[in-house]
């Protein structure tokens, strides 16, 4: 007896009913056993993510159904290295040449290498970060970044572990290294430390991380407030890597920096402007002043002497002698980035009509007209030296063309970076930030 009515491709035209009976129910008993696999490697990937702590008990209700508690949660750290330790759930899942069943092991792979980076708490399903009333914005590329992973530290490195947390000797060094920059900065001089004063250091980084461990543990970089101030310490320390990083690999040719000494000779940092050494003699009405003068020209007496006699300012007692040299004002703000590096330098500046006075004296010895000051008195210069503009030395200014250089393919690079980037401003926001 031959079928007949609705045709299977799989099967032959004309077969005989117990067998076409049999291979049915062979397919379907192939494709149940097929299916079951695929569920259950399915469900270990998906009950292995379960387990995470999300914030609440990972207790599948399949198993409180069967009537066991819930496994312990697992820690996120150990999601990832879990889910990598079941290879046989993707490559079984291939070998059956399902396509549906390897797109979800994929993207199982992918939640888990989430989970290994962001932790499970912070997952943005996650109870707790519904609970913290904060809202988690999208990982972005240069977030992925907040948290670099931590170097392995050799035995022989580890001078004290903390909760399997070590403290390596580079630890130490760096510590150190921040402690000299204060100590110098706040112009003092730093010294070795002693075997008993290291120690203290240790001591110090050791309280550190458990206070960063505690927390951790209390939720507290949970909060908006510390999210927020450690994104800006996270922007502040990658950029610093960034300049870094490109200064190791910035190339200022020597030529470049022969080209801009001939080319700006007269310009920043490299033309030294004219300065003088004055003496200074001060007096409290005009009438003085002519006297003064008087006296100076007819050559009675000179202007030290006369300075130590009659003048009322600072420097009277050392004959009216300025103790620094003095500049003009324009002048002194172009060649000195700072009033501190000016006074480094020993150059000051005058009011600038007592300036105009002192730098119209043509020649050493000579003493200026008197002129009224801001402060309503009357002075007169004599001119003890002049030094007038000069070149500086092509070698002496050569560091300092070349970190200018530097500086300026940094902005280059910036400026390239920002025409990169996806950037928009809004200025207008500014109003009211707090000072």
Not at 114 to 127: M, N, R, Y
Not at 284 to 300: F, I, R, T, V
Not at 399 to 411: C, G, M, V
Not at 413 to 430: D, G, H, M, N, Y
Request: charged share 25%.
């Amino acid at each position: 007896m031959l079928r007949t009515g609705f045709i299977n491709p799989r099967e032959p035209r004309c077969v005989h009913p117990a067998r076409a009976a049999k291979a049915r129910r062979q397919r379907r008993s192939r494709s149940t056993t097929l299916r079951r696999s695929h569920a259950g490697r399915g469900a270990g990937c998906r009950n292995l993510l379960a387990h995470c702590r999300l914030g609440r008990s990972a207790s599948p209700r399949g198993v409180a159904r069967r009537g066991r508690s819930a496994p312990p949660a697992t820690p996120a750290s150990s999601c990832l290295a879990r889910l990598a330790a079941r290879p046989s759930a993707a490559a079984g899942i291939y070998e059956a040449g399902s396509r549906v069943w390897a797109r979800s092991v994929v993207y199982g792979l992918g939640l888990a290498a989430l989970v290994g980076v962001v932790g499970c708490e912070k997952l943005p399903w996650s109870s707790k970060a519904r609970d913290s009333g904060t809202a988690t914005a999208a990982l972005t590329t240069a977030q992925h970044a907040a948290a670099p992973a931590k170097p392995a530290v050799l035995p022989s490195e580890t001078l004290a572990v903390i909760n399997a947390v070590p403290i390596s000797k580079t630890d130490i060094e760096l510590r150190l290294q921040e402690l000299k920059m204060l100590v110098e900065t706040s112009g003092g001089q730093w010294g070795a430390l002693s075997r008993e004063e290291v120690e203290a250091v240790l001591d110090e980084l050791v309280n550190t991380e458990l206070m960063s461990q505690d927390t951790v543990a209390r939720g507290l970089d949970r909060s908006l407030d510390v999210q927020r101030r450690w994104e800006y310490l996270r922007r502040g320390f990658f950029a610093q890597e960034w300049v870094k990083w490109n200064r190791e690999r910035l190339n200022v040719p020597p030529e470049d920096i022969e080209r801009y000494y001939e080319t700006n000779k007269g310009g920043y940092g490299i033309k030294v402007p004219a300065r003088a050494r004055l003496r200074q003699l001060i007096v409290d009405s005009e009438d003085q002043a002519n006297k003064a003068l008087a006296q100076l020209h007819g050559g009675a007496v000179d202007f030290e002497s006369l300075a130590k006699q009659i003048s009322l300012g600072p420097t009277a007692a050392q004959g009216g002698l300025l103790p620094n040299w003095v500049m003009r004002a324009n002048e002194k703000a172009l060649f000195y980035p700072t009033e501190a590096d000016a006074a480094k330098d020993g150059v000051i500046s005058l009011d600038p009509i007592l300036e105009a006075a002192a730098f119209a004296i043509d020649g050493v010895n000579h003493v200026s007209n008197y002129v009224k000051g801001s402060d309503n008195r009357y002075h007169i210069f004599q001119l003890v030296e002049r030094q007038e503009e000069h070149l500086r030395d092509k070698r002496e200014v050569w560091d300092q063309i070349k970190a200018y250089l530097e500086a300026q393919k940094l902005k280059t690079a910036i400026e390239e970076l920002r025409s990169k980037a996806a950037l928009e401003r809004f200025p207008e926001r500014l109003e009211g930030a707090a000072q």
